[in-house]
């Protein structure tokens, strides 16, 4: 097999460029956040998508699609030390975390995969002004164990924002 150089034509820097700006939008697979506060993102389908998943849905304010990467039993850590389980409890801590309207960035170090099961570890920053208007900045590492889904979707079992604590 021969490698074999494609020129760089006009319309494959236009092509090209079109694409990245879908994907700076999120068209491309990242997902967009739109004023009105919801996400049009598709479902995870890989353990890596997990991660811009739940930052897009937290950054527009959008529980209801937050909600849909967690399985039913899932448990996740609101504090060190502290854990709530089941989507009403999980529901409950998110909206609260939700009222700070900070954005969400987040980035994955590492993402380990045996089958079905992943775990995802991933460093975020949330940062601006408070609901005091004071300027706020959380962040941390997180510890994700996620699961593939009979639906292909790969979803939170565990849910660990301050993994390495």
């Known amino acids: 097999m021969t490698n074999r150089s494609v020129p760089f034509t006009s319309s494959r820097r236009e092509m090209l ?21 919801t996400t049009e993102m598709p479902l995870p389908r890989r353990p890596e998508d997990v991660t811009p998943y739940i930052s897009s849905a937290i950054t527009a304010g959008d529980l209801d699609a937050a909600m849909k990467v ?7 850590v609101t504090k ?12 409950a801590s998110l909206s609260e975390f939700m009222q700070l309207k900070l954005p969400i960035k987040a980035t994955d170090k590492q ?11 991933s460093d975020w920053v949330m940062e601006g002004n408070g609901p005091d208007g004071k ?3 959380l962040s941390g590492t997180s510890s994700d164990v996620v699961r593939r889904q009979a639906d292909g979707v790969w979803r939170f079992v565990i849910d660990n924002p301050f993994g390495t604590i």
């Open 111 to 121: 993402v380990l995969v045996s089958g079905d099961v992943a775990l995802v570890i």
């Open 135 to 137: 300027p706020l900045k």
């Open 17 to 37: 460029v079109a694409s990245a700006a879908l994907f700076a939008t999120g068209i491309g697979g990242l997902g967009q956040v739109h004023a009105q506060g």
């Open 80 to 91: 060190p030390g502290t854990t709530v389980r089941g989507h009403e409890a999980i529901r």
């Open 70 to 76: 967690y399985v039913a039993d899932a448990v996740f």
